[in-house]
């Protein structure tokens, strides 16, 4: 690569930690405090054009227009429902493209963020698993999300008023001494649930929630932060050992093998009790509950044996049970159950002092299920073509 080749590649403030910023200003003839004044309009304020940060010089900001750019995201499809749900399909510069999810609740704004562009787990009701895995995404791939719903977030009004406590430790509000009202708003949440397996990706993933908690960065707090498996036993055991401390939740969707390995190839590996035991593990060590997901389908899994096996299953363990009418799939072959039966799955729970809730269905009008989006845009996504494409699950 030629020097001018070299040149003509932007620097994406995204791929930079705290520390790689500050080196990329000093590289530039600058002095390190800079990077606090980028960092805060990028990470904070949700903007990325450089020649509206008005703290810096002329000078400078035609020099970071021509050099580099906040992330490496553009956002091609933007979807919206009447809930507030908003979704993105992002591409990336060679040509990847996955999907985001901004989610409005009452304490305010979460962003739903893909971890790799497809998955390899094979779970026979997951869209994202369709066509296998492309490639993984990078810290700042994954940040370059956050910061794109991050941004829609702060042009909308807090969802209720919620989410505006300057008293609390772990919000925006309470690391931010020095941005104005925008640091109150904006993103409460992240949950990586989107599309791929967090844990197939695992350094990066780290690296990506190292950033998040960052307070030079965008500063949330360890239990903002949600990391979502499909059941990878070292990955979990991994995280707890890491000193992270967020949320773990994991995708259970059947309390016997038989069951879950029909759903879920990744069983035949990490059966359902080895989960559980990983589980009770992460909580004795991060004193974090877990949330076990649970897609309810039709005939599959939604039975009152169901529930009454994953009662005993869960016994004695302050867990979270989650339970989700599934999204159906175009193409696919499950259907979610129907309102009465997720009524008495509820019931047969609690009865069994099990904490238990449903999920709100958020977005369907707009594909939010994970992968549907994707996989409608670009039907083929450079999969099995150059970037190839893995339709092996893990392991």
């Known amino acids: 690569m030629t020097a001018l080749e070299d040149r003509a590649i932007p620097t994406y403030i995204t791929e930079l930690d705290a520390a790689g910023l500050r080196d990329f200003v000093r590289s530039l003839g600058w002095p390190a405090y800079r990077a606090k004044q980028i960092a805060r309009w990028v990470y904070r304020r949700g903007i990325f054009d450089f020649r509206a940060m008005t703290d810096l010089p002329s000078e400078a900001r035609e020099v970071l227009a021509e050099r580099a750019r906040a992330h490496s995201g553009a956002v091609v499809t933007r979807l919206h429902a009447p809930d507030g749900t908003s979704k993105f399909a992002i591409a990336f510069p060679d040509g990847q493209v996955i999907e985001t999810v901004l989610l409005a609740y009452r304490f305010g704004y979460s962003v739903c963020v893909s971890t790799q562009a497809g998955c390899r787990m094979g779970c026979r009701f997951c869209a994202s698993t369709i066509g296998g895995r492309a490639r993984d995404l990078t810290a700042g791939e994954m940040m370059s999300q956050v910061l794109i719903a991050h941004a829609e977030a702060l042009e909308r009004p807090a969802s209720g008023g919620a989410g505006l406590d300057p008293d609390d430790p772990d919000s925006l509000a309470g690391g931010a001494t020095d941005g104005g009202s925008a640091d109150l708003l904006g993103i409460r949440r992240v949950v990586l649930m989107g599309s791929g397996e967090p844990f197939d990706n695992y350094d990066q993933v780290v690296e990506f929630i ?32 890491s000193g992270l401390g967020v949320n773990l939740a994991v995708s259970l969707h059947a309390p016997d093998d038989a069951t879950r390995t029909l759903l879920m190839p990744v069983n035949k590996k990490w059966p359902v009790h080895d989960v559980v035991a990983a589980s009770k593990e992460y909580f004795r060590l991060t004193s974090r509950r877990v949330t076990f997901e649970y897609a309810l389908i039709k005939n599959v899994n939604d039975s009152k044996e169901h529930a009454e096996a994953l009662a005993q299953l869960l016994s004695g363990f302050p867990c979270h049970v989650n339970l989700i009418r599934l999204n159906p799939v175009s193409a696919g072959k499950f259907e979610p159950a129907d309102k009465y039966t997720v009524e008495e799955f509820v019931a047969t729970l ?46």
């Open 350 to 395: 609690a009865a069994r002092q099990v904490a238990v809730t449903v999920r709100r269905r958020l977005g369907i009008e707009i594909d939010a299920a994970c992968g549907q989006l994707r996989r409608r845009l670009v039907p083929t996504f450079s999969l099995g073509g150059a970037n190839g494409g893995e339709d092996e699950p893990c392991g």
């Open 210 to 241: 190292r950033r998040l908690m960052d307070p030079e960065l965008l500063g949330l707090g360890a239990r903002r932060i949600t990391v979502s498996t499909s059941g990878v036993v070292p990955g979990i055991v991994k995280l707890a050992h």
